[in-house]
């Protein structure tokens, strides 16, 4: 069964304080991970998407990474703007639908 | 934006009550589809559609049925609403080069007593 698991469940950072997200994942076969951010009360928002080990997306002051084995959501010189939860989700290549982790709860203070 | 709108926004309702959720996207997108958002649980999908008319089961099916009789709309029935079905509904469409690129609407929130 595909399992996607995000670290840590919450995350506290200062203004400017650098930190990573870590999506780690167990499918037979990848087709794509996607990362989303999430605002209170609103559905998730697109990010970016990986498709192989090796690959990197950049948007703004966030920076997704990939492996064969998780994926990291870098985040440089944070704002408060940016808190929210940040999702990510997999697609398998024998399956059609998405596998989404619970998300981390990031929270940027001034 | 991509034009998504979900109806309602929030309903409160009792057990055994029947409940339609609406999505309505403004673009003629193929492909759409329904999850429910819960603590401990992430989003989980329903069902969805890739047409008039054609549809298709997600991981968590039971208690719900849908309809898409038109591109645009895409119901989400729950024939006799029970307190697990208490939860956070969002329809989604695919709009991206990539299956997993969807675009959310707001949400609705039921709450089932």
């Known amino acids: 069964e595909d399992q996607v698991t995000q670290s840590p469940e919450a995350l506290r950072l200062q203004e400017g304080e650098s930190s990573s997200l870590n999506c780690s994942y167990t499918v037979s076969g990848l087709r794509g991970l996607f990362w989303y951010r999430q605002d209170p009360g609103k559905g998730p928002e697109f990010l970016f998407t990986?498709?192989?080990a090796g690959e990197e997306k950049e948007k703004e002051r966030l920076k997704a990474t990939l492996t064969k084995k998780e994926s990291f959501l870098h985040i440089t010189a944070p704002k408060p703007e940016d808190s929210a939860t940040y999702l990510c989700a997999v697609h398998e290549t024998s399956g059609s639908r998405l596998t989404f982790g619970e998300g981390t709860q990031l929270t940027v203070n001034p | 934006d991509a034009g998504i709108t979900q109806s309602p926004r929030h309903k409160v309702t009792e057990t055994g009550t029947p409940v339609t959720l609406r999505c309505h996207q403004t673009?003629?997108?193929?492909?759409m589809y329904w999850y429910r958002q819960d603590p401990g649980h992430g989003l989980r999908l329903i069902h969805y559609s890739y047409g008039v008319k054609d549809t298709d089961k997600g991981e968590v099916s039971d208690g719900y049925s849908v309809s898409r009789s038109k591109t645009e709309d895409f119901l989400l029935t729950l024939e006799s609403a029970t307190s697990s079905q208490t939860s956070v509904y969002f329809c989604?469409?695919?709009?991206?080069?990539?299956?997993?690129?969807?675009?959310f609407g707001e949400g609705s929130r039921l709450t089932v007593l």
């Open positions: 989604a469409i695919s709009a991206g080069l990539a299956p997993g690129e969807l675009f």
């Open positions: 673009e003629n997108h193929r492909y």
């Open positions: 990986l498709y192989s």
